[in-house]
Every structure is written in structure tokens, then in C-alpha cells.
């Protein structure tokens, strides 16, 4: 299995661009998990979908932030319009439903905004 | 969601063995603890997990405190690419949701 995959790996864009980050979770896995991490502020959990379905999006910082999960082996997290404080490292992971299911995670996409 | 407490940074010899103490004193009865980590520049890793009793894998074992309030995650014999960020993290009843806290920075000296 390739695991998940995210694209970009580094991504750079200027203020006020519209941002798309993409995520295919492993086969099978029926959880999906967008994360952000910053030095300031740690890995912070933004959504997190079960069976396509957005289950908890009290992570998302605003409104500028949106995810989606149009299938079971695609997603994506789009930032519009993307501000500098948005630079950070995002990470997908995947897993089964279930709190004893372990989560895999992607290599992340490292986003800078200028 | 549970608390948890974890050193900011330990060090360690390669070859030796680790402790990794947490404390997770509000934890709900249900919990399970997860123990992950980072190596540079990659994404979290899991390590282990238990609900109760002591466990153990290929990468690590999981001593569980008998009142669950703290459990201690060792690495048997270290090595310098056991060097990452280690985190407790008891999940979350809602489903299994992680809230990632500091976690303990752990250096290994050879």
C-alpha cells in the first residue's frame, strides 16, 4: 500500500490566492482527518470526515477554510483567500472508525503564503 | 477531552533503555491512550495503544497505571532514529479523534 498521499508536497503562493490541498487515504480506511501544525500552536485537528461525511469541523478557523470528501478516496482542503498566517504544514490522515483503529498519516504539504 | 502532562524533552543513550511517563489523570473510563511520534520533517507515526492492560509490540511496550491516571511508553533499547517527538494522547469518546499536546522531545545520545 502507498499510504496517504497528499499534493502538493510544498506549495507557495501569494496573499489573497486561492489555496487547494489533496489528500487519497488508504484503501479501505473510512476516516479521513485534516490536521495543521505551526511552531506556535502545535498539530491542531481542523475536520474530520467518517464515510464521506463531515463529522466535527469545529477545528476549521473560519470561513476561508473548507474541506470536502467527494468520495471515499479523495479529499480536499481549500483555503480562499489564503493569508499569510495560513503558512503551516498540513497533514491528511486516514483510518478505520473506531477509538482503537490507529490513524496514518500522509507527509503533509508544507503551504507558505507571502 | 482528557489532559495530559508529559516532559517537554528527555535525553537518552542509544543502545539503553527509555521510559516516556505521561500523566492523564482526567481520563474517562472508555479512553483508550495512544502513544504516537514525529521524526523531523515527517508526519506522526503511531506507536501504540491500550485501554488497560500493559501491551506490547514490535516498536514499543505500554505500561497503563492500574487507576489509568498515567501510563509510560518504553522504547527498549534506543537508537539514534528513535529520536522524534512523543506524544500521549487518550482519544476521544466522539469517535477517535486525536488532540495532539506538546508532547516530550526525546534526544538520543550515541
Known amino acids: 500500500d502507498a499510504g496517504v498521499i497528499q499534493s502538493p508536497r510544498h506549495e507557495v503562493t501569494e496573499m489573497g490566492q486561492e489555496v487547494t490541498l489533496r489528500c487519497k487515504p488508504i484503501?479501505?480506511?473510512?476516516?479521513l482527518f485534516w490536521y495543521r501544525q505551526t511552531m506556535m500552536r502545535g498539530l491542531e485537528l481542523l475536520i474530520y470526515f467518517n464515510n464521506n461525511v463531515p463529522i466535527d469541523d469545529s477545528g476549521m478557523p473560519e470561513d476561508r477554510f473548507s474541506a470536502k470528501m467527494p468520495n471515499a478516496s479523495f479529499s480536499t482542503l481549500k483555503i480562499q483567500p489564503s493569508e499569510p498566517r495560513d503558512s503551516a504544514v498540513y497533514f491528511c490522515?486516514?483510518?478505520?472508525?473506531?477509538?482503537?483503529?490507529?490513524?496514518?498519516f500522509g507527509p503533509g504539504t508544507r503551504l507558505t503564503v507571502t | 477531552d482528557a489532559k495530559t502532562t508529559q516532559p517537554n524533552s528527555m535525553e537518552s543513550n542509544e543502545e539503553e533503555p527509555v521510559h516516556l511517563p505521561c500523566n492523564h489523570s482526567?481520563?474517562?473510563?472508555?479512553?483508550?491512550i495512544h502513544w504516537y511520534r514525529q521524526l523531523p520533517s515527517q508526519g506522526p507515526e503511531y506507536v501504540i495503544h491500550g485501554l488497560t492492560s500493559n501491551v506490547n509490540n514490535r516498536m514499543a511496550s505500554l505500561a497503563i497505571a492500574e487507576d489509568r491516571k498515567s501510563s509510560t511508553l518504553i522504547l527498549h533499547r534506543a537508537t539514534l532514529r528513535d529520536a522524534a517527538v512523543y506524544y500521549c494522547i487518550p482519544s476521544n469518546n466522539a469517535g477517535n479523534m486525536l488532540t495532539f499536546g506538546g508532547g516530550t522531545r526525546l534526544m538520543v545520545k550515541p
Open positions: 490522515a486516514s483510518s478505520l472508525q473506531g477509538s482503537a483503529y490507529e490513524q496514518y
Open positions: 484503501s479501505g480506511h473510512n476516516s
Open positions: 482526567t481520563i474517562s473510563g472508555t479512553d483508550y
